[in-house]
């Protein structure tokens, strides 16, 4: 499949390259993903790579209320009836030689979701990712004094144990 979303601009060579992504949406709660992604790209100083278009991927417009309908539109701001600023989702991809580290930070899509996912995989692919993590979190009624909770899921045997001695599985 030729995917025409993903856009490379540079090629990184990198050693034992991980790849940690980042989303909004219901799985960012706190800013969790999302600025866990950003604090590392500014710490690292990570140079943006590549990217994902997003024309094909969201839902900008939906039948219903204005508050409904308002969740799917892109970012506008208006000044004295002038439109001054319009923001699609952003997908990019940033990279950290000495770490070896691919960031990703992304918006969920609301379509084609196999397309998104093989432009991810093509990164993975081309540059030779040897793990993948996720950062997300559920925005929960909890009191602060709740010890936090934990989960996680894995692809092998050997991360599950690992996980499993860390108390998050």
Known sequence: MELHALHVEREPILEDARLLLGFSGWMDGGDASTGTVQYLVRRLKAVRFADIDPADFYIYNVPGSMETAAQFRPHTRIANGLVKEYEEPENAFYFDHASGLILFEGK??????????????????????????????????????????????????????????HDVL
Do not use: Y
Not at 115 to 133: D, H, L, N, P, S
């Open 108 to 165: 969920e899509p609301n379509l084609r979701w196999d397309e998104f996912a093989q432009c991810i995989f093509e990164v993975v692919e081309r540059f030779g990712v040897k793990m993948i993590c996720f950062v997300g979190s559920v925005a929960a009624i909890v009191p602060h004094t709740r010890e936090t909770r934990f989960h996680g899921s894995v692809s092998n045997k050997h991360l599950r144990t690992l996980l499993t001695n």
